[in-house]
C-alpha cells in the first residue's frame, strides 16, 4: 500500500473530477484512470497491485 499522504491527493483529486464528469463525460477517461490508481494504491497485495496497474496502462492506450 502506497503512503497517505498519495492516497489523500488520489482522493482528492478523483472528488474534483468527479465533478467535472458530471458536467461533461469528456472527463471519464480521467475519472476511470485516477480510480484504477486509487484502488491499486489501497490494494494489500503487490500481485493484486500489479494487476491493476497492468490495467491501468491498458487504459491509457
Known sequence: MRNAAYIARLEAALEKVAIL?????????????????????TMPSKVDAARALIQISRLAS
Open 21 to 41: 464528469v458530471a458536467q461533461d463525460l469528456v472527463y471519464a477517461p480521467i475519472f476511470e484512470r485516477l480510480d484504477a490508481e486509487l484502488q491499486a494504491a
